[in-house]
């Protein structure tokens, strides 16, 4: 596990990204994952049809594969952004400062995996704002709010996976859903939440307008959707 | 590297030819265990690619989606039975009874010594006797699920055997055996990510495959390791054969299996 004083590397901004030469379709990292890209390469591109916000990355009904991988970057952005400045913040301390900093690592990575999946259609950081206020006056602050990004992470994952057409991004997806759940149940425990680390045997899917809902009522959004 | 990936599955796949499903499963279990073994060093860091080329279906035919749930009914009567003798207290889930979950466990402990002394990581104060109570209950109410959902197809519970070892010895063996059996139902249950049809049944299996997540991710939690196998950011699919070279060695007899 990761010294909790000494987080290490964020993924992503470290040497196994390779940036493309600048050009129309190319201002995208590539990541080595190339595999994701070229199953993804299939779904084609559509144009960014906004929904009445100029600055919005996502866009709903969500309509393609496409569409879907878009809504899991921004929410990605979201959690990742949330962790960096959760893990600098200094309140965190003990077990919750490893978990952040490994959560923070896997958030970043799944930013990376879905840029790298969607290619030209992608956004980052530049794309999306957001302030969190006074979250990071606390540790228990911070895992409220920790608890609440990843229980919708896992619902709006959840939610989409009967939706993907690739078989291949189905289980990609799911692949990071699980570890969503896995962070999920982690934070539940450390905030001592009602009903304990695993409150069901069945988790609860979200559906799209459902989690767009839960994150505005966050008040975190400045940019994006 | 991928390529080594690779290899071992299809190494799986040739040595399951020709042989019927109850030899092959309990012939390969030795055999496989040597794969498993290598596949986290393999897949580690590798990510997606590795990801992708598991999920596509092309290490081994595709399953129907009754296989699939027969496949996922056996993997909860394994876990609905091994927490059941560690805890055998308290009412069950409404519709299950001691011998319909666990029919040959007459000599089970029902209990775990050291269970009730072991505490919850800081700030975490939840008990643990009462989560492993808890994970129980899901994994009988996933047994149910599955049955309802395979009616007359399921396999029966009675036509298997479980065998745990020491793992009711000492809450240390227990937790690190529980911990075993969520990842290994994870990456199981992700490894058909890609198989099932039923758009019905997938968004079913996705929701208990999430809360076998969270299960595992709370038992590493109590173990001191990271919430994520070797602290990485994704889970990984796995094959039939990989799956129950995994859990094999619980499992002391079976039906005829339609997998893999």
Sequence with gaps: ?225 | MSTDGTRIITFDAEAVQGIDARRRFLSQVAMAAGAVALAPMILKGHGITDLLAQGTGETEPNLSDTDILNYALTLEYLEATFYLRADSGGALPTGATVEGIDPDGGAAPGSVPGLSGVTAPSPATFSVPDYVRVVRDHEITHVLALQGALTTNALARADFSFDFGTAFDSADNFLNTALVLEDTGVTAYLGQAGNLDDTGILGTAGSILGVEAQHASTFRLLLGLPVTVEDGAFDTPRTTSEVLAAAGPFITSSPALPFP
């Design chain 1, 1 to 225: 596990m990761s010294d909790p004083m000494t987080p290490g590397p964020i993924p992503g901004q470290n040497a196994s990204l390779i940036t493309l030469p600048s050009g129309p379709g190319s201002r995208r990292h590539f990541l080595k994952l190339s595999g994701a890209a070229a199953a993804l390469a299939v779904l084609g591109c559509s144009d960014d049809d906004n929904n009445g916000n100029s600055d919005a990355v996502v866009t709903l009904p969500l309509q393609s594969d496409t569409d879907i991988l878009k809504f899991a970057l921004f929410l990605e952005l979201l959690e990742a952004d949330f962790y960096i400045k959760g893990v600098a913040s200094g309140v965190l301390s003990g077990g919750v400062a490893a978990l952040a900093t490994s959560v923070r690592n896997h958030e970043s990575t799944h930013v990376d995996a879905l840029q790298g999946a969607l290619g030209a259609d992608a956004f980052d950081e530049a794309d999306v704002g957001f302030d969190f206020g006074n979250t990071f006056a606390s540790q228990a602050s911070f895992l409220a709010v920790a608890q609440t990004l990843e229980e919708t992470g896992v619902g709006a994952y959840l939610g989409a996976l009967p939706s993907i057409q690739s078989k291949a991004i189905r289980t990609t997806a799911g692949s990071i859903f699980t570890i969503e759940a896995r962070h999920a149940a982690a934070f539940r425990a450390y905030n001592n939440a009602s009903g304990g680390p695993v409150p069901a045997a069945f988790v609860a899917p979200m559906t799209p307008d459902q989690v767009v809902a839960a994150v505005q009522a966050t008040g975190f959004v400045t940019r994006g959707l």
